[in-house]
């Protein structure tokens, strides 16, 4: 059974793993020393309260992760108490696809949002998966933009 737990600081180098395995399979070449500036800042952002993350255990080895960026959001009709998490790096390991992982992943992301009081979860999603967030709720938006700077 899958069980999913509340990542801690020292959980830093496991979320560096898989965040780099999820980066490499989405095409991209990372460059020397690239984990161990990933690693100081998951280190650092977990302490401040920038990432929160979950990861899902299997028989003892973790298989997956969610991870969320909490922001403050001017409050408005959808954000009503200013608070939003951006959810990424929803990964698991590809032997283990299709088993529920994923469900159990969001699951938990959406009771710990719910309690602490979050208005929305945002995110961006591959086509590949976008079902997997439209099963739980998530609906499409069409008004993001992005202006590179770097």
Not at 20 to 26: H, I, R, T, Y
Not at 75 to 102: D, H, I
Request: one cysteine or more.
């Amino acid at each position: 059974m899958t069980r999913v737990r509340l990542a801690g600081q020292g959980d830093a180098g496991t979320l560096t793993d898989l965040r780099c395995a999820f980066l490499e399979e989405m095409g991209q070449q990372l460059p020397d020393g690239f984990a161990d500036h990933l690693r100081d800042w998951i280190e650092t952002a977990l302490q401040a309260g920038r990432l929160q993350a979950w990861l899902a255990e299997h028989e003892g080895r973790v298989i997956g992760s969610a991870a969320v960026n909490p922001y403050p959001h001017l409050p408005s009709v959808n954000y009503p108490s200013g608070t939003g998490w951006y959810l990424l790096n929803v990964y698991v390991k590809p032997a283990q696809r299709q088993g529920g992982v994923g469900t159990a992943l969001l699951a938990a992301v959406g009771s710990a949002a719910r309690e602490q009081g979050v208005d929305a979860l945002t995110l961006h999603a591959t086509a590949r998966v976008r079902g997997l967030y439209e099963r739980h709720g998530f609906k499409p938006s069409l008004d993001a933009m992005r202006l590179p700077l770097a």
